[in-house]
Structure formats: structure tokens, C-alpha cells
Antibody, heavy 117, light 110 residues
Framework: EVQLVESGGGLVQPGGSLRLSCAAS????????MNWVRQAPGKGLEWVSH????????HYADSVKGRFTISRDNAKNSLYLQMNSLRAEDSAVYYC??????????WGQGTLVIVSS | QSALTQPPSASGSPGQSVTISCTGT?????????VSWYQQHPGKAPKLMIY???KRPSGVPDRFSGSKSGNTASLTVSGLQAEDEADYHC??????????FGGGTKLTVL
């Protein structure tokens, strides 16, 4: 069974940093592209970032480019999102998602990030 | 503003059919046969219901079906059941380095 478990969310002040993690199990992690997708309270889903299975290709939404960094450790079956220079509008539930826009996504349960002073 | 346009709400009575639309452009929905639909119950993670416009993952009831015409994709839920009440989100491949989603549609079973 595919399992994706996010962690690392919490309350952070504007301008601060946070690192999210996603622990994967139940599939061969290194063979799958992975993503972060977020959902602000009461809003729709917003794709944030993508990383290829090998970790050599990364893409970002314009709204986070230059501030967020996606990475993965295939030996640890883990996906990460380093978030710097956080803004109030970054407040959302952040989901780890397996797959691509071609195949569709399988999702973790999410971790809540609140950016507030 | 979301890249793909969905109606904010839809409703139907048990046993009826409901169709939810997802409108994009020729650069996303209209240009590729890669539209996905997700079901999301309150406080829960999204669940993949449809991929590649009309394919169902294993375990998804055949009451859920997808189609596409031009720049608009559609999700149809037939034989509505109370458990189908949820938010539904669409997404599409867009050829570039971003992935558009719709704003979501709240489906109410009356």
C-alpha cells in the first residue's frame, strides 16, 4: 500500500524558514516523480514543485521560485521542501504527492503551515 | 484565480447523475488527453478518481466517469450516493513546467 506521511509543518513568522519532509513507503520511491501541492484554507489546490525520480530535474511554481527548494533522498525514501522567506500567503496545508500531471497524483495526508506574527 | 475554471457548486439527489465541468485552454485541457479528477472529503487528502481524461484507478466505482470536448473536461457521477458528497478538483497536463488545477467544485447530495 502506498503511504506518504508529511511532517515539519507549524507556525512560523513572516520571513522565516521551515523544512517539510515526506516519508514514503509501499512502492519503489526512486522510480517515481514527486511533488508538493498546497491548499490554502477554503481554497483550491495549487501545485508548488516537482522533482524527477533521480532528483536531477526540479520545477517550481512562479509564486515560490527562488524561495523554496525541493529535494529527495532515495536512500531514505524521503522527499523534502525547504521553504525560506515565508509570507502570509504561503499559509496552507502542504501535500506530498506521487506522480505527474500525466499519470495523476497519489497524496499524503498533508501538513499545515501557518505564517503569522 | 485558478488556471482551470470549475463551477463552485453542484448538486443532485440520490440516484441521479451530476456532471462537473473543468474549462481550460488549448494549452492545457484542450491540448492533451491528460486530465485528472480528485475527490476530497472535508479535512481529508485528495483522492485520484480519474486520470487520462477517462481512466479509473483500481477501486474507483464505475459510477465515476470522465470525458473531454475541446477545452472542457467533465466528470460525471452517476447513481449519486451520500458518500459522494465532497469537493472535486480537476487538473491537467500543460506541457510546460507548471501544473494547473481548478478551483474545486463542492458537490452536495440533496
Amino acid at each position: 500500500e502506498v503511504q506518504l506521511v508529511e511532517s515539519g509543518g507549524g507556525l512560523v513568522q513572516p520571513g522565516g524558514s521551515l523544512r517539510l519532509s515526506c516519508a514514503a513507503s509501499g512502492f519503489t520511491f526512486s522510480t517515481y516523480d514527486m511533488n508538493w501541492v498546497r491548499q490554502a484554507p477554503g481554497k483550491g489546490l495549487e501545485w508548488v514543485s516537482h522533482i524527477s525520480g533521480s532528483g536531477t530535474a526540479m520545477h517550481y511554481a512562479d509564486s515560490v521560485k527562488g524561495r523554496f527548494t525541493i529535494s529527495r533522498d532515495n536512500a531514505k525514501n524521503s522527499l523534502y521542501l525547504q521553504m525560506n522567506s515565508l509570507r502570509a500567503e504561503d499559509s496552507a496545508v502542504y501535500y506530498c504527492a506521487r506522480g505527474t500531471s500525466l499519470s495523476g497524483y497519489n497524496w499524503g495526508q498533508g501538513t499545515l503551515v501557518i505564517v503569522s506574527s | 484565480q485558478s488556471a482551470l475554471t470549475q463551477p463552485p457548486s453542484a448538486s443532485g439527489s440520490p440516484g441521479q447523475s451530476v456532471t462537473i465541468s473543468c474549462t481550460g485552454t488549448s494549452s492545457d485541457v484542450g491540448g492533451y488527453n491528460y486530465v485528472s479528477w480528485y475527490q476530497q472529503h472535508p479535512g481529508k487528502a485528495p483522492k485520484l478518481m480519474i486520470y487520462e481524461v477517462s481512466k479509473r484507478p483500481s477501486g474507483v466505482p464505475d459510477r465515476f466517469s470522465g470525458s473531454k470536448s475541446g477545452n472542457t473536461a467533465s466528470l460525471t457521477v452517476s447513481g449519486l450516493q451520500a458518500e459522494d458528497e465532497a469537493d472535486y478538483h480537476c487538473s491537467s497536463h500543460a506541457g510546460g513546467n507548471s501544473v494547473p488545477f481548478g478551483g474545486g467544485t463542492k458537490l452536495t447530495v440533496l
